[in-house]
């Protein structure tokens, strides 16, 4: 898979230490939509692990709070600081998967990334 070589122009720390890991087909229970993200919602496994997923990736099922999984999906974030490179492969709302040359993965925010020269 080819990606993107990006410059990081806003540090980013994440926010969540304890990532939702999601194959596709999980059930979750889904809950409010986020305000900042507005693609994303709070979902909550089995297990009672919380995090923010796509709506994109949830199809909801009759009673609006719970939803399967239509992909495998982890909410890990990449720490990255400006003025770096990582190379984004997928997006996501207003997020993108991004790989440091350290091979550390996880999801940043766009707005924290901007195009190499």
Known sequence: MTGV???VVETWKPAYRRP???NEGD???VGQHDTEWT???WCTNQSGTGGWVPHDYLVMEDDGATATTTVDYSTV???VEADTIVTGFQAAGEWTWCVA???AEGWVPNRALG???
Do not use: H, N
Request: glycine share 4%.
């Open 5 to 7: 070589r990006l410059r």
């Open 20 to 22: 939702l890991i999601l």
């Open 27 to 29: 059930r979750v229970k």
């Open 39 to 41: 693609s994303y919602r």
């Open 77 to 79: 974030e990449l720490s």
């Open 101 to 103: 040359d350290d091979g």
């Open 115 to 117: 195009r190499t020269p």
